[in-house]
């Protein structure tokens, strides 16, 4: 049973362009990451979030953690070509945990 | 930032032969790691927690025989795979906690396994 599902799968993009990625849950979690990987690497942290409606930002990237703790999204303003990758989000379950489950991912596209 | 390696980055096998993967945290003690394996084009599914000095607590549905842990001190954990077949072949990743920072945890490199 997967527990975080994402969407899109897959989104192929032009540079330049803005898009939002969805990580949903029926299952409250105590914090939230995100998470990028390139292939044949292990996933590299982007953010943790840990407050329900909580609003990160890393340069062009936007993070939110739903009011309910249940979900999150990723926003990314003006795509470039370094920003394709697998975008995985990933929740911890219980607080005091560390235990993270992670996401079904997207893979991101940018097109020169 | 803290790093975590994984030994070695790539391993073939003959089907029926074991397999040792080496998890180290080289610059901080990780009281926890943790093992996934990623299949390709697919996510991490968690397989096990491996805590230091004491059992591995594995995730449903993963065989504690055949996918054996020893987190054996507070830098390195092990994963076995023993009597390898060819549907275990996947990448291998671990994860180790600082104690010290809340919520991360820093993800080795991964090791890729085949086993033809």
């Known amino acids: 049973t997967q527990l975080l599902e994402q969407s899109p799968q897959f989104l192929s993009i032009q540079e330049g362009e803005n898009l939002t990625v969805y990580c949903n849950s029926s299952?409250?979690?105590?914090?939230l990451q995100w998470y990028r990987q390139e292939p044949g690497e292990g996933p590299v942290l982007l953010v943790t979030v840990v407050t329900g409606g909580e609003v990160k930002k890393l340069k062009r990237l936007t993070f939110q953690f739903g009011d309910a703790r249940k979900d999150s999204s990723l926003h990314i303003t003006a795509a470039q070509t370094g920003d394709t990758g697998l975008y995985l989000c990933?929740?911890?379950?219980?607080?005091?945990?560390?235990?993270?489950?992670f996401g079904t991912g997207t893979r991101l596209k940018v097109l020169a | 930032g803290a790093v975590v390696s994984q030994h070695p980055s790539w391993v073939i096998c003959k089907s029926g032969t074991s397999v040792k993967i080496e998890c180290r945290s080289l610059?901080?003690?990780?009281?926890?790691m943790f093992w996934y394996r990623q299949f390709p084009k697919q996510s991490l599914m968690l397989m096990a927690t491996s805590n230091e000095g004491s059992k591995a607590t594995y995730e449903q549905g993963v065989e504690k025989d055949k996918f054996l842990i020893n987190h054996a001190s507070l830098t390195l954990s092990t994963l076995t795979v023993t009597s390898a077949h060819p549907e275990d072949s996947s990448f291998y990743i671990c994860?180790?906690?600082?104690?010290?920072?809340?919520?991360?945890?820093?993800f080795g490199p991964g090791t890729r396994l085949t086993v033809t």
């Open positions: 990933a929740g911890a379950l219980g607080s005091g945990t560390y235990k993270y489950i």
């Open positions: 610059d901080f003690q990780a009281t926890t």
């Open positions: 994860s180790a906690r600082d104690p010290r920072v809340a919520y991360e945890q820093y």
């Open positions: 299952s409250v979690f105590s914090s």
